[in-house]
């Protein structure tokens, strides 16, 4: 059993698994762990776990000696009038969860310490950050790669998993760590989904009843719309059905694309003949889903 380090803050030291919001701390961890010759895997994350994320720590589990999740709601990838203050905060649930996973131990920096006074360092990304997410949350992609880059670094683990779930999320991830020359393998977690076939995710929590059954409408919308792309149906009909489809259910669309499955480039016309995968964003009310699917 690894110990519980001394300064581990108050509210964390009484959580089920070893827990710390402390960078020395998380340093003398990990260098332990390296001298005793174990690999890291580290799965970064903004709490309100649910089965998805523990799916993730468990494939970290399986391609590393050790397993640190983190847990920070990163307040660079929300803008003003986004649901940071909203987002769900559970951490004694989360870490009880994380303990049942398999992590070793639980990184739960706070934000004066990620961001002190003085924080001026952007990155700016192109290439899959482009288009989709992008035109709707143009923060969001810095804000993510600046975070992860930190975490990165703090951590130094051989390999990170990221959820498909968040798929332009784990592209634009893929090419950042590609770009910087990070030596840090990114393993892709599938989707995890209900039996009516909505994506898990934290904000399913913000749903009332009656936008929780509406709300499997996406994949179905997603998996027509990927179902007539492999059937050589050209991508514009086929966006033009999803798109009504989803109209006719969600409040607002934000987009439903279909986009080369590596680049995320936009697709040449016509059917497609190249890996590709349809992505959507779609409000319910005060609740924004996001959802992708492989075609083919
Ligand atoms: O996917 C998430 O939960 C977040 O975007 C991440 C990768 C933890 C960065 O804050």
Known sequence: MIPHYPAFMGALSSL???ATADLTDLRRQVRD????GE??????????????HLSLVKTAKENADRVIASIFVNPTQFAPGEDFDAYPRTLDTDAAKLATAGCDLLYAP???DMY???FSTQLTLEGPALGLETDFRPHFFGGVAIVV???FNRIQPDLAVFGEKDYQQLRVIQSMVRDLDLPIEIIPGPTLRERDGLALSSRNAYLSTSERGQAAQLFLALSGFADDLAKGVDWETAQGKALAKAANTFDRVDYIEARCASTLAPLP???????????AAVWLGKTRLIDNLPVG
Do not use: F, N, Y
């Not at 762990?33 to 005793?36: E, L, P, Y």
């Open 116 to 118: 002190p006074d003085g």
């Open 39 to 52: 690999t890291i895997g580290c799965v970064p994350t903004m709490g309100a776990l649910h089965e998805g």
């Open 33 to 36: 762990w390296r001298q005793a």
């Open 149 to 151: 880059a930190k975490l």
């Open 16 to 18: 089920p698994l070893p």
């Open 269 to 279: 016309a016509g059917p497609v003949k190249q890996p590709a995968r349809v992505l």
């Open 110 to 112: 706070v934000a004066s």
